[in-house]
């Protein structure tokens, strides 16, 4: 089955510091991918997407993510972290199985310290 | 502006009770979905119309049920049968379902039973 998994379930960095946060997939076609961010009761913002062309994707907020097939991961970054990004973050897959489902990573929530 | 309006933000339900959560888009998409999110867990798919009077069960559709009249509402109606309904309901929308797009949310819903 296809899925997609998000290994850190929590992220602390501090201000100013890099970001990584990282996404694996398991899909057999090449997938569209997304990531998303979810301030606390709210819903989902698109930050970027992935759908094909060039592997390396720029997005909302200075984010950016990297499409690798060969580790079939799509990692986000982002070279300065501020406190406003304290988040959770969710990556997420688009599947085709005679139509278009999305698959959801568990999320990873980010901390940033001042 | 065009989006996707969920309401009631919050609801409290008693044990027993049906109850509907609210979801417009004014986007003119095709596609909408209901999601359910619980801590750790991720979006978890409901139920997901590709068509007005058109609906399909996603990986947790029991003790919900959905309708789709119109193009632009798709309301969830969380009945008696859901045995732990508590959690965060997200409503969305893409283009269409047959080809791969970007999926955009509500606000959210919180439902609690009491």
């Known amino acids: 089955a296809q899925s997609v998994t998000q290994p850190d379930i929590h992220i602390t960095v501090s201000e100013g510091a890099s970001l990584e946060l990282r996404c694996n997939y398991s899909?057999?076609?090449?997938?569209?991918l997304f990531w998303y961010v979810q301030s606390p009761g709210q819903g989902l913002q698109l930050l970027l997407k992935y759908f094909s062309g060039d592997t390396l994707v720029q997005g909302i907020k200075g984010f950016e993510a990297e499409f690798k097939r060969s580790q079939s991961s799509f990692n986000l970054r982002k070279p300065s972290v501020h406190w406003s990004d304290a988040a959770e973050y969710f990556c997420?897959?688009?599947?085709?199985?005679?139509?278009?489902?999305?698959?959801f990573g568990t999320g990873t929530r980010l901390k940033v310290l001042a | 502006d065009g989006g996707i309006t969920q309401s009631p933000k919050y609801l409290f339900r008693k044990e027993g009770q049906n109850v509907t959560l609210s979801c417009e888009q004014n986007?003119?998409?095709?596609?909408m979905y209901w999601y359910r999110q619980d801590p750790g867990q991720g979006l978890r798919l409901i139920y997901y119309?590709?068509?007005?009077?058109?609906?399909q069960k996603g990986d947790i559709a029991e003790g919900y049920s959905v309708s789709r009249e119109k193009k632009e509402s798709f309301p969830l109606t969380v009945t008696s049968a859901q045995k732990n309904p508590t959690a965060f309901y997200l409503c969305a929308s893409s283009t269409d379902s047959y080809s791969g797009n970007t999926i955009y949310f509500g606000e959210g819903s919180w439902l609690t039973v009491v």
């Open positions: 986007l003119n998409h095709d596609a």
């Open positions: 997420a897959v688009g599947q085709y199985s005679g139509t278009y489902k999305y698959i």
């Open positions: 119309s590709q068509i007005v009077n058109d609906f």
């Open positions: 899909y057999g076609a090449t997938p569209y």
